[in-house]
C-alpha cells in the first residue's frame, strides 16, 4: 500500500513540475505587450523565484539572450566606430586636405530628408542624383523626389529641399517599394526569407532632353519582380509617370534565389537616339547567359519606338554606366560574388562569362553546384574585365573627373563604392571614391588610388556651379560634396 501510494505521489508530483514548466516556458516565451494577463502574471511573481527559475529552468534561454543582445552592442559599436572614423576623415580634409596625386581634397556633408533604410548594408538606396537646369533632382529608394540649388552644399549653407509631387503612388502600388520598416517578407521554396521591403526600389535615375527617367523594380505579376522604367516631362510642380519600358518576363521570390539588390538599373543615353541599361541576374545565375531572357544583360532601348535588343550579356549586377560620347567608348562596373568586382569595356554583342566566368567565387546562399567554372576569361571565349579585385569594394558608378575640375587629373575616373568586403585589417573595403586612370584604349588600368570617404556612397554627379561632385551617403542619409583643398 505505501509503495503504490508512493508510485501515486512520484507520478502526481511529475505531473505538476512537467505542467509548472510547461506554463512556466509559455509565460517567459509570450511577449508581455500583446498579452497584459501575462506582464500581470510575471509582476506578481517575487523577484527571488524569478532569479532563481532564470539561473535554473531558463539558464540556456537567458544566456542565448545575453549571447543575441551582446552580439547586437558589438555590431552597433562597429558601425558607430565606422561613422567617427567617417567624421574624423572629414574634419582631417577641411583642415589639411587628403592628398592623392599632388591633389589635395576636401569633403563636406549636408543632411538629406530621406529616410535612412540601410541597416548593416541592407536596404533602399538613399538617393539617386541628377541634374537639371539650375537645380540637383533627388530620388530617394522609396520614391520621395526632392530639388534642391548647388550653392545649398557649399559649406557654410543651409539645404533648402523642396518636394516635387507626382503619381508615384498610383503607378507603383507594390506595399514592398513603399514600406521603410523591413516587414514585407516571403520565404521562397527553400525555406529562405527574402526580405522584398529593402530590395523593391529605385534603382536609377537620368535626366535626358528634359525627361526624368527612374528605373525600379516592378511587380510585374503578383509576386514576380524585374527591371523597369518609367519616364515623365520634367517639371518641378508635378511629375506624370508614365510606362517607357516594362519587360514581359520576370522572376519570384517564391522560387529559388532572388537577390532584389542584383537586378542593376543603371542608365545612359547612347548616340543620341538609344538608352542603355543595366539588368541584373537576381542571383538567378544560368539566365544570365539565356537569350530568351533579360537578365544580366545590358539592353539597348530605342528612345522613339521602344525596340528593345540585348546589347552585352553574361553579366551579374552591372551598378555603374558610363558612355564617353568623343571616344565611343562604354565603361561598366559590376559587382561580383566574394571576389570578383570588375571593370568592364562594354562591347556590342559581347559575352561577359557570369557566371561561367568570373574572378570571385560564391558565398552565402548562392552556393550551388552552377559555376563559375572558369577564372580567365578571354582564354574560355569571354571578355576580360578591364580590372577586378580580390578583396570585393562594392564598387558602384563611374564618372569621368572634368578638365576644369583639376587639370593633373585629366583622363581621370571617380568610382563610388559601398560598404564592400572586410579587408585583413579589418577594415571595409569599400566606402570610398576610387580613382582610376586607362590606357589610350581603355582595356587596361594604368593607375588606382582611394580616397575614403568612410560611408557608403550611391551616387555621384559632377556639378559645373560648385566645381566639385556630389556623392549620395548611405549611412546617414547625406549628401556630401568633394571638392579640392583651396
Known amino acids: 500500500m505505501n509503495s503504490k501510494f508512493k508510485n501515486k505521489f512520484l507520478k502526481i508530483s511529475a505531473i505538476v513540475v512537467a505542467v509548472a514548466v510547461v506554463f512556466s516556458t509559455i509565460i517567459y516565451y509570450l511577449p508581455t505587450e500583446k498579452y497584459s494577463w501575462v506582464k500581470t502574471l510575471k509582476e506578481s511573481i517575487p523577484q527571488k523565484y524569478k532569479k532563481k527559475f532564470k539561473s535554473t529552468v531558463f539558464a540556456i534561454p537567458e544566456l542565448n539572450k545575453k549571447i543575441i543582445l551582446m552580439n547586437k552592442e558589438i555590431k552597433d559599436l562597429k558601425v558607430q566606430a565606422l561613422l567617427n572614423k567617417s567624421e574624423i576623415n572629414l574634419l582631417e580634409s577641411q583642415i589639411d586636405g587628403i592628398k592623392i596625386k599632388d591633389v589635395k581634397f576636401e569633403i563636406s556633408k549636408k543632411h538629406i530628408p530621406f529616410a535612412k533604410t540601410v541597416n548593416y548594408g541592407d536596404g533602399k538606396p538613399v538617393s539617386y542624383m541628377a541634374k537639371f537646369k539650375d537645380d540637383i533632382i533627388f530620388v530617394a529608394g522609396y520614391g520621395d523626389i526632392l530639388f534642391a540649388k548647388p550653392k545649398n552644399f557649399l559649406k557654410d549653407s543651409e539645404p533648402n529641399y523642396k518636394k516635387i509631387n507626382n503619381n508615384l503612388r498610383k503607378k507603383i502600388t507594390d506595399d514592398a517599394f513603399w514600406d521603410l520598416d523591413s516587414s514585407i517578407i516571403v520565404k521562397d521554396k527553400t525555406g529562405w526569407n527574402n526580405n522584398l521591403s529593402n530590395g523593391v526600389s529605385v534603382k536609377g535615375i537620368l535626366l535626358h532632353d528634359e525627361n526624368l527617367y527612374i528605373a525600379y523594380l516592378r511587380e510585374i505579376k503578383e509576386r514576380c519582380y524585374a527591371t523597369s522604367i518609367l519616364k515623365a516631362e520634367m517639371n518641378l510642380s508635378f511629375l506624370e509617370f508614365k510606362d517607357f519600358y516594362v519587360p514581359k518576363d520576370c522572376i519570384s521570390p517564391l522560387d529559388t534565389e532572388f537577390l532584389p539588390h542584383a537586378a542593376g538599373g543603371r542608365m545612359v543615353i547612347y548616340k543620341e537616339d538609344k538608352m542603355l541599361l543595366t539588368v541584373g541576374d537576381f542571383s538567378h545565375f544560368n539566365i544570365a547567359q539565356d537569350d530568351n531572357l533579360n537578365f544580366g544583360k545590358i539592353i539597348s532601348i530605342d528612345l522613339k519606338t521602344g ?56 558565398f552565402g546562399h548562392e552556393q550551388k553546384k552552377l559555376g563559375p567554372v572558369y577564372n580567365k576569361h578571354k582564354e574560355n571565349g569571354f571578355a576580360e574585365p578591364i580590372h577586378y579585385w580580390n578583396i570585393n569594394p562594392g564598387i558602384g558608378q563611374i564618372i569621368e573627373i572634368p578638365e576644369n575640375f583639376s587639370q593633373s587629373l585629366k583622363n581621370h575616373f571617380f568610382i563610388t563604392s559601398l560598404s564592400g568586403s572586410v579587408d585583413k585589417d579589418g577594415s571595409y573595403k569599400g566606402e570610398s571614391l576610387y580613382m582610376v586612370s586607362f590606357n589610350e584604349n581603355y582595356d587596361k588600368i594604368i593607375s588606382m588610388d582611394r580616397l575614403y570617404i568612410g560611408e557608403r556612397i550611391r551616387d555621384i554627379i559632377y556639378e559645373e556651379e560648385l566645381k566639385g561632385f556630389l556623392i549620395a551617403m548611405e549611412n546617414t542619409s547625406s549628401i556630401g560634396y568633394v571638392r579640392i583643398k583651396k
Open 307 to 362: 525596340d528593345t535588343k540585348f546589347f552585352s550579356k553574361g553579366h551579374r549586377n552591372p551598378q555603374g554606366l558610363l558612355y564617353l560620347k568623343d571616344k565611343d567608348v562604354i565603361l561598366s562596373t559590376e559587382h561580383g560574388p566574394k571576389g570578383g568586382d570588375e571593370i568592364n569595356k562594354i562591347i556590342e554583342n559581347e559575352n561577359y562569362g557570369w557566371p561561367i566566368a568570373s574572378y570571385g567565387i560564391q
